[in-house]
């Protein structure tokens, strides 16, 4: 496999590699804090605190990126993480954490990750050619599972060598490995502002377009772009609808599948497993072939392919059936992912990227999580079977605004590096600029 071409990209893609573990280590000494001062109540306050402000404020982290580019918006972002996780450990090292502060600490960081998640989505079409997007979007999903995956082992040692205090250390030491890897990468300028002659010679260089509209005007635009949109808006209506279908099911229940049959912890890691090795392999694929044919109708069936598969586990008749679905889930949910990102990063104008990224990542990590209580209360009620099925047959509803909207039938991914950005739904025309206030 050859490495993607386009400047930056493997600094890219290590920085965004070492965020995630950076992530999956933070949280995990949040929780292990939180349970030495707290009850079971409390914990799970501290551990959702965070997701609240990164929900509210994360359409409005779109707004940042585009408006200030997202080289710079990233690198600020993931600076204040590293800042607020050292001074984090620093406290711990000092005196027992009190709960307060551990609340302080997970808002003040959902802050931070509401402007760096859109502005580290935004990036890669501004380093890389379209046509190597494809292949990017697979490296990302692989480095999402890799990281989450060494993000237990590397937490868990820093909490046995020394407590919270270390495994903070660790995960600002992380994000502090990441920030150099960002300041280095070169941005090109957008198609519609000047350029600088020699712009791409420099690190950092870009060319930021003039903003005469207020920040909620340009919060509405980037929706409505995304709403009318051929083949952007019935993706993130598609991908809403998947993420509140699986999300669940996968996160609440397979928890609850595992006890209610008998299979233990270690059932319920198989299945775990199967899925992230499934979805590992997806990401795989798209990173080493680069391009599938026809994806717009490969997602759509892969799309398929995921809801059927993870909403038959509660069906299996033993363990060994549900662990394959769960393969075959992520699997099929890997690959129609990568491919929903690489056309939309595609066929995004530049100079709303910032907002396409936020509005495709607002679903899974601000929705989503608001429907765990009721797939437990449901699978209380009428057991696992039912719950499982109806909620692969809701993510399916995805697939068919996909099949109802022609560009997404007819996407194709960018096939050679042009002189002029390629558009994978065809030639779209940017949205006229705003008028002054």
């Known amino acids: 496999m050859s490495a993607p071409r386009g400047t930056g990209v493997l600094r890219w893609l290590v920085a965004y590699a070492l965020s995630v573990l950076g992530d999956g280590v933070f949280y995990l ?4 804090a939180a349970q030495r001062v707290a009850g079971p109540a409390e914990t799970g306050v501290v551990m959702a605190a965070g997701s609240v402000p990164r929900a509210v404020l994360l359409l409005g982290g779109g707004v940042v990126a585009d408006r200030f580019g997202p080289r710079g918006v990233v690198i600020g972002a993931d600076a ?47 380093i890389a050619p379209p046509e190597e997007l494809g292949r990017i979007a697979g490296l990302r999903a692989l480095a999402l599972r890799l990281g989450g995956a060494a993000a237990a082992p590397v ?141 717009g109708l490969v997602h759509i069936a892969t799309l398929v392919a995921a809801g059927a598969a993870l909403g038959s586990v509660a069906l ?34 530049p100079a709303y990227l910032g907002r396409v990224t936020a509005a495709t990542s607002l679903t899974g990590l601000g929705l989503a999580p608001l429907c765990y209580p009721l797939v437990g209360a449901a699978i209380g009620a009428w057991g696992s079977a039912p719950v499982f099925l109806a909620c692969g047959a809701f ?7 996909c099949l109802a909207a022609p560009a997404v039938r007819r996407a194709e991914l960018p096939r050679a590096r042009g002189p002029r950005r390629t558009s994978a739904a065809g030639p779209v025309p940017d949205p006229p600029p705003a008028p002054a206030p």
Not at 29 to 32: C, H, M
Not at 244 to 249: A, E, F, K, R, V
């Open 155 to 295: 937490g868990g040692y820093a909490l046995v060598l020394g407590g919270p205090a270390a495994a903070f250390a660790a995960a600002g030491l992380l994000f502090a490995a990441s920030v150099p890897l960002l300041m280095t990468l070169r941005v090109r300028p957008l198609p519609d502002a000047p350029g600088v002659p020699g712009a791409l010679d420099a690190p950092g260089a870009e060319a930021a377009p003039a903003h005469p509209a207020g920040a909620g005007r340009e919060l509405r635009e980037g929706l409505r772009y995304v709403r009318g949109h051929p083949l952007i808006g019935p993706l993130v209506l598609s991908g809403a609808l998947s993420e509140l279908g699986l999300n669940g099911p996968l996160n609440v229940g397979l928890v609850l599948l595992a006890a209610e049959r008998g299979w233990g912890a270690a059932g319920l890691g198989w299945l775990v497993g199967a899925f992230g090795l499934g979805a590992g392999a997806g990401a795989l694929l798209l990173a080493v072939t680069g391009r599938l044919p026809r994806p």
């Open 395 to 401: 993510s399916c509803l995805g697939a068919v605004v």
């Open 80 to 126: 204040a993480r590293c800042v607020l996780i050292l001074g984090a450990a620093a406290a711990l090292g000092i005196a027992a954490p009190g709960l307060w502060l551990l609340v302080a600490v997970a808002l003040a960081f959902g802050v931070a990750d509401a402007l760096f998640l859109p502005a580290v989505g935004a990036l890669p079409a501004r």
């Open 316 to 349: 299996a008749p033993s363990h060994g059936l549900a662990v394959a679905a769960c393969g075959l889930g992520g699997l099929a949910g890997g690959v129609c992912g990568g491919l929903a990102y690489a056309l939309i990063q595609t066929s995004a104008a």
């Open 29 to 32: 000494a949040l929780g292990w």
